[in-house]
Nanobody, 119 residues
Framework: QVQLVESGGGLVQPGGSLRLSCVAS????????MGWYRQGPGNQRELVAS???????TYAHFVKGRFTISRDNAKNTVYLRMTSLKPEDTAVYYC?????????????WGQGTQVTVSS
């Protein structure tokens, strides 16, 4: 069973930056498309960005140009670099594998990492 452990969240002012990390174990990480999802207060969980095994990146329109997803297969780790953060980016951020149409690959989720953007 895959285990996903997210870290790197915190409190940041609008316009600030953070880098999130997610270590995945127990999966075929190298061959999986990996992604970052988020769930804000009162909202459904949504896909923010994904990266394929061939390093092709895809972004939701609301983060394009501000967030960058990357991966290190040697470390089974996927990253999300977030810049120009806005209050509406406040959410718990999770990583997971990604199927077509943004559907999560794995049934289990990690604990997530809280990102709060506030002055």
């Amino acid at each position: 069973q895959v285990q996903l452990v997210e870290s790197g969240g915190g409190l940041v002012q609008p316009g600030g930056s953070l880098r999130l990390s997610c270590v995945a174990s127990g999966s075929g990480f190298r061959s999986d498309t990996m992604g970052w999802y988020r769930q804000g207060p009162g909202n459904q969980r949504e896909l923010v960005a994904s990266i394929t095994s061939r390093y092709i990146q895809t972004y939701a329109h609301f983060v394009k140009g501000r967030f960058t997803i990357s991966r290190d297969n040697a470390k089974n780790t996927v990253y999300l670099r977030m810049t120009s953060l806005k209050p509406e980016d406040t959410a718990v951020y999770y990583c997971n594998g990604v199927r077509g149409a943004g559907i999560p690959l794995f049934n289990n989720w990690g604990q997530g990492t809280q990102v709060t953007v506030s002055s």
